[in-house]
Nanobody, 113 residues
């Protein structure tokens, strides 16, 4: 099993940006593909992005064009750049390995209007 550690959340105003980090205990190549999810208050957790180990990405429609995933192999860390934040982006953001991944604590993102 692999548990990744999320960080980088915070309180930002609508229209602002954040970069979330997802730290892995070993190389991203050995972990494989990683997905980002978020859980808004009172809602179920939803998938928002997939980062393939080769750096390719896929996004849910609600975030496509505003969210960008990336990998820093040297740091064993994945990132999720979030631009043009909206109040509806508020929630807890998680990253999880596609194979053998377990849920971490997540990182809270709060967007004020």
């Amino acid at each position: 099993q692999v548990q990744l550690v999320e960080s980088g959340g915070g309180l930002v105003r609508a229209g602002g940006s954040l970069t979330l980090s997802c730290a892995a205990p070993r190389s991203i190549m050995s972990i494989g593909n990683v997905s980002w999810y978020r859980q808004a208050p009172g809602k179920q957790r939803e998938w928002i992005a997939h980062i393939f180990s080769d750096g390719n990405t896929a996004y849910a429609g609600a975030v496509r064009g505003r969210f960008t995933g990336s990998i820093d192999g040297a740091k064993n860390t994945l990132y999720l750049q979030i631009n043009s934040l909206k109040p509806e982006d508020t929630g807890i953001y998680y990253c999880k390995a596609a194979v053998g991944g377990t849920w971490g604590q997540g990182t809270q993102v709060t967007v004020s209007s």
